[in-house]
């Protein structure tokens, strides 16, 4: 808690050196430049666990969703997942794999099938333990292979090298054949579009400070801020058609 009269309100940052205290405001926005769904949340909230929560709005309010495109912070696997298991696709960037361990191989380097994983090296294992409550497969190489490998110290400080496998591996390997595609960089200029629209709603409608105390209220400027713009951009379309 950062504030005594505002318990929902967080620390939060867009960057190293942008932080700020109090909430975050996530949107959807139609191809034709509508505001779909809108929703506010403590400013220490993660993107991409908002995008799922935002789109079972938009189908609970019988919009039809084939496509959604995002930036990075939501084009996590469970994302795409469960956007596949509502009958749409996520098209967003794909994160780049952390390696914590330093200087060592990825698992980028490793080529992984449906039956087992081989090493950079050209050593092959099948040996795995399946972690059914995270949906994993953890496979790793023999111990006899790995302090034999001349690739060792480049791979792993431990005795032998794991590989963690996600049941939603396939997905994300097709997500990054298709980021490669002309069809993503077309797909990704559409996405350009709502970042001059929430621009709008902060720097001429107000959502760029919190008028009220609690995460409902500001869910309620952030409604009244988006049927705002809408109403803005309806005019504006009523003025093209005729």
């Known amino acids: 808690m950062v504030s005594p009269v505002d318990p929902d309100a967080r620390h939060g940052a867009k960057s190293d050196k942008k932080k700020f205290v109090g909430y975050k405001v996530n949107s959807t926005m139609s191809e034709d430049g509508f505001i779909t769904n809108i929703n506010a949340t403590s400013g220490n909230s993660y993107d991409g666990d908002l995008l799922l929560p935002l789109t079972d709005k938009g189908l609970m309010n019988d919009q039809t969703i084939h496509k959604v495109v995002a930036d990075g912070a939501y084009g996590s696997a469970s994302n795409r997942f469960g956007m596949l298991k509502k009958g749409a696709v996520l098209i967003a960037p794909v994160s780049k794999e952390s390696n914590k361990a330093g200087d060592y191989y990825t698992q980028e380097k490793f080529t992984i099938d449906k039956s087992g994983v081989t090493c950079p090296a050209g050593k092959r294992t099948m040996i795995s333990y399946h972690d059914k409550k995270k949906g994993t497969h953890l ?14 110290t480049k791979c792993t400080k431990m005795d ?46 107000g ?19 988006g049927i705002a713009v809408n109403l803005k951009r309806f005019i504006k379309m009523s003025g093209e058609i005729y």
């Open 139 to 152: 496979y790793h190489f023999k111990k006899s292979d790995c302090c034999e490998c001349s690739l060792k």
């Open 160 to 205: 032998h090298r794991t590989i963690t496998v996600s049941r939603h591996y396939p997905i994300l390997e097709e997500a990054k054949r298709y980021s490669k595609s002309r069809d993503f960089k077309r797909d990704m200029k559409m996405r350009a579009h709502i970042e001059p629209k929430q621009g709008e709603m902060k720097r001429f409608h």
């Open 207 to 225: 959502l760029k400070r919190a008028k009220f105390w609690g995460k409902e209220k500001m869910n309620i400027q952030a409604m009244l801020t």
